[in-house]
């Protein structure tokens, strides 16, 4: 059974949220439910935050070595090896 709060927030931190809800694909009532449920329930902050995590993206982190380097100097370096 789910019950109306009504909850006194900062207009820009809805405004944060709603796009986030947004890029998420869920309402900012399940988000808010989601952490009520996980700080209620004993959850550690690093559980919680496991349960956000997004397997796809994350897996392409470090995939690419940060050299500094703008995009348009790499992709010249590349063609450059490539056609040399």
Same mark, same amino acid.
């Given at each position: 059974?789910?019950?109306?709060?009504?909850?006194?927030? &900062?207009k820009?931190?809805?405004?944060?949220?709603?796009?986030?809800?947004?890029?998420?694909?869920?309402?900012?009532?399940?988000?808010?439910?989601?952490?009520?449920?996980?700080?209620?329930?004993g959850?550690?902050?690093?559980?919680?935050?496991?349960?956000?995590?997004?397997?796809?993206?994350?897996?392409?982190?470090?995939?690419?070595?940060?050299?500094?380097?703008?995009?348009?100097?790499?992709? &010249?370096?590349?063609?450059?090896?490539?056609?040399?």
């Amino acid at each position: 059974m789910t019950t109306k709060l009504t909850l006194t927030i &900062d207009k820009a931190i809805i405004k944060r949220a709603k796009s986030y809800a947004l890029d998420k694909n869920k309402s900012v009532s399940r988000i808010v439910e989601d952490y009520l449920n996980n700080i209620s329930s004993g959850t550690t902050p690093i559980e919680f935050s496991k349960a956000l995590e997004a397997p796809i993206t994350d897996s392409l982190v470090g995939m690419f070595a940060d050299t500094g380097k703008d995009y348009k100097t790499l992709l &010249d370096e590349i063609r450059m090896e490539r056609f040399l």
